[in-house]
Structures are given as C-alpha cells and as structure tokens.
C-alpha cells in the first residue's frame, strides 16, 4: 500500500474534534420532534418511532471513532484538480498485474460504500479468490462529499467531475484502468465511457442509464415494468431528487441544524431503495448506515452534496450511447430497474451481463460480495 509518487498527492488522515461529537450528542438529545404520521405504513416518509430508534441508536451505542480507525487504516490522500481539493483512497495490490479500478459512490452514498470491498479486490487470494483478479483501488470522494472540498461555484457537472477524474487516474501513473459506479457514480463512470478517455479500457455499471430517448408504444413485460419502477422512482420516491435538483439550499439549512433531520433524510432512502423485508435495518446493518449519516453530519455536507442534483438536473435515465466495453450488473430490487433489450441497445459493447439474486439500489452496501464478484467477472475481458 505504497503512496503516489506525486508531489501534488497529499497525504490525508480523518480526525474529527472531539467537540463536534460532544456537540452531536447534545443536538440528538435535544431533538424536537414532529407530531406522528397518520398511516400506518411510510408513505408520508419516515415514521416518528423508527427515527427515533434510530436517533436513540446514534447517542447511545454508535461509535465514529470505529469508522475512523477503520478509514484510517486505508491510504487516504488531498489532492487539487480544477481548483477543487478531491479526497480519494488509494490502495495498491501487491500483485504487479493488478489492474487499476476507479470506484465512484452517489448520493447519499460516499467512499465509506467501499470499504468492504477493498480487500476483495485488492488481494483477492486472501478473501478466496483468484490472484489473476487483483485490483489497485481508487475511491474518490465526489465534489462537495465527503471529504473533497466544496464547490463555491457553479458548473461543477457530471462531465466536469468526470474530465477530473481522469486527471486523477494520470496524476496516479496509471496509464490503462477501468472504472465503476452506482447512482450519480455510475452517471459519472458512463460519461467517462462516452467520453472514451486514454486509456480507459472499460467500465462496470449496477446503475444503467440506458431507457430509450422515446419509450416505444409496444413494451414487453420487462421494459413495462422498467416504466413502472421510473415512475415510482420520480414519483413517490422523487421527493429528495425534486428538492436537491430544485431548492438544495433551503433544505441544507435544516439538515445542517438537525442530526435527527440529516438522519431521516437518509434513512428514508435505504427504507425505500433496498431489497429489504419491511425495513431498511433488514439490508443494511444500522452502524452502516449511521457511518453513512455521521459522515455527512461531521463533513457538513448536506446543502454541497445536494447540489448534484441542480447541477444535473437536465439529466435523465436516457443516458449516452457508449461504444466502450461495458460490464452490468442489474440488481433485483433497484429502482428503476432496466430490461436487457434497452441495456444491449445503449451499450453495443457489452462485456458482460450479470442478474444478482438479490440486492438494490445501494449495491456495495448491500451484497459487497456480491458485486465484487460481478466486477471481477465483469472486467476480466479487459485484462490482457
């Protein structure tokens, strides 16, 4: 796990004060809280008894210092790229054929994602696997997550982020690599695919943006119900994306107030977008998705995350044709979730496709080993 070579690389450690955490746990105990939902179900959005399960778990039992012991045991680094500081780990294999892989998160996701998946394919013969596997990792944080600075201008789009990283990957010395993502990373890993940049060799998708520019009039069972799930998808599940592509200001000023509000407002998405039986904790372990709130609530990144979504918000599911070679992976439960014939049809190249027996939107955290195997399987085309 040696560290780039590049001045311009900096070495990166997470520590936060322990006034910030002394100052979470004094907002949790002081939430003030709605009046209950009228339903019996979650369909007015998160009911008043599982937030405050949940909020009772982040004061009494949660420990960030965990997470950061653990993001700090993987080569963390700062680097400037267009005026931003971009936050990435970066760990190498120490098998020298390992081939370099750039894994991008979405919203609200984060590095923190990947971290299972680190080992696996970084050292595969350890975790059961086949040397001839073996990745070198990227993970960056998107612009305005996590660690990365925060934009102070506009015009911080999908491509913009996708032209950095390509800078990323050359100011690393890798001079041939794959990518891959879900949610806003695989938007991201298909415009680096569309973009066909030196020395990208392919990409791995488990989001495909892949729905015709004109949804045909005569759909088969699949494509109807790829229709059905985008228009749950912005619809009934739309409030978040309407709010962020719309007002990502107005919304930030309570989410940066409220711990119990910022926890809320991403439960309410592994409730919605997992492949779980009846609650989020069922496909998500409940430290996981704190570790994805705390990261959030520490880096105050609530409003600068947000605004993806307005930076974006021309986008569609109709995403670029790519001629690239391009690995998918669809899970059961994702939201919307595309039928083959669309997918073939957008991507003319396609390596491999792969159906998972279980999971959803939130891939990496939901079945790791799943999804390491798909991205093994997926880009062993590409190795030479």
């Keep these: 796990m040696t560290a780039p070579t590049s001045a311009l690389v900096r070495p990166f450690t997470v520590s936060i004060p322990d006034s910030e955490i002394d100052d979470v746990q004094q907002r949790l105990a002081g939430t003030r ?13 998160v009911r008043v ?9 982040w004061r009494h039992d949660y420990d960030w210092r965990r997470l950061e012991s653990r993001l700090n045991r993987f080569p963390q ?21 390992a081939m370099p892989l750039l894994l991008t998160h979405g919203w609200p996701g984060s590095i923190i994602e990947f971290l299972k998946l680190i080992g696996p394919l970084t050292d595969p013969v350890s975790f059961g696997g086949d040397a001839a596997d073996s990745f070198d990792v990227v993970v960056p944080s998107l612009p305005g997550f996590g660690f990365s ?12 982020i996708a032209s950095a990283w390509v800078e990323l990957m050359k100011r690393l010395g890798y001079r041939s690599w794959a990518a891959q993502g879900g949610d ?21 998708l488990n989001t495909q943006y892949a729905f015709p520019a004109q949804i045909p009039e005569t759909l088969s069972p699949e494509e109807r119900y790829a229709v059905e799930t985008l228009a749950r998808y912005t619809g009934d599940l739309g409030g978040s994306n309407h709010l962020h592509g719309t007002k990502p200001e107005t919304v930030g000023f309570a989410l940066a107030d409220s711990p119990a509000g910022q926890a809320a407002w991403i439960y309410e998405k592994f409730q919605s977008k997992t492949d779980n039986h009846g609650l989020a904790e069922d496909a998500i372990a409940v430290d996981d998705m704190l570790d994805a709130i705390s990261l959030y609530w520490f880096t105050n990144s609530a409003a600068s995350s947000g605004r993806i979504y307005w930076e974006n918000k021309s986008r569609t ?15 059961p439960k994702d939201i919307p979730r595309l039928p083959r014939t669309w997918i073939e049809d957008t991507y003319t190249n396609l390596i491999h496709y792969g159906e998972a027996g279980k999971g959803g939107h939130f891939a990496a ?12 399987t997926g880009l062993r085309a590409l190795r030479s």
């Design 77 to 97: 680094f700062l680097t400037e790229i267009d005026g931003l500081d971009i936050h990435f780990i970066h760990v190498r294999s120490k098998n020298p054929h």
């Design 365 to 376: 955290l939901e079945q790791p080993e799943i999804l390491v195997g798909e991205i093994r």
């Design 33 to 45: 809280w709605p009046d209950p939902e009228t339903v019996d179900d979650w369909s007015q959005g």
């Design 317 to 331: 599911f109709a995403g670029p044709k790519v001629t690239l070679p391009v690995a998918v992976t669809v899970f």
């Design 149 to 160: 600075q925060k934009p102070t201008e506009t015009g911080w789009t999908v491509s913009r």
């Design 184 to 204: 806003w990373g695989a938007v991201v890993t298909t415009d680096l695919g569309a973009m066909r940049p030196e020395g990208l060799l392919g990409i791995h």
């Design 49 to 57: 008894e599982n937030a405050r399960s949940l909020v009772d778990y």
